[in-house]
């Protein structure tokens, strides 16, 4: 199983961020699998954001819950992060994975 992020790069303050991640060799619909998004700004720990199960349940880091959500394309095999109101803060590589399977990452810069 594969498993890639994709999205933008850089996004100013105040802007939202919305990041894919496609599976290949594997459904995002098999039972009992759960899917992540998770961050790791540099020289920090890395940060559970959010998952999605193989049928369609959500849950949210407290933290991050009030600007945060998910939703997925079956047909696509994707699921996709949204982050409202970036601050710099939220400048990290983001990655999506699940178990042991995990993206190569994708570095998101906030910044003005």
């Known amino acids: 199983m594969h498993i890639q992020e994709s999205g933008p790069g850089l996004l100013k303050p105040s802007q939202t961020l919305s990041l894919t991640c496609t599976v290949s060799g594997g459904s995002i619909t098999t039972r009992d699998y759960i899917w992540m998004w998770a961050r790791q700004p540099q020289g920090k720990g890395l940060e559970w954001i959010a998952s999605?199960?193989?049928?369609?349940?959500?849950f949210y880091s407290p933290s991050l819950k009030s600007r945060t959500s998910l939703s997925r394309d079956t047909a696509n095999n994707q699921f996709t992060l949204q982050l409202k109101s970036v601050r710099p803060e939220d400048t990290a590589v983001y990655y999506c994975?699940?178990?042991?399977?995990w993206g190569e990452g994708t570095l998101v810069t906030v910044s003005s």
């Open positions: 999605i199960s193989y049928s369609g349940d959500t």
């Open positions: 994975a699940s178990g042991t399977v």
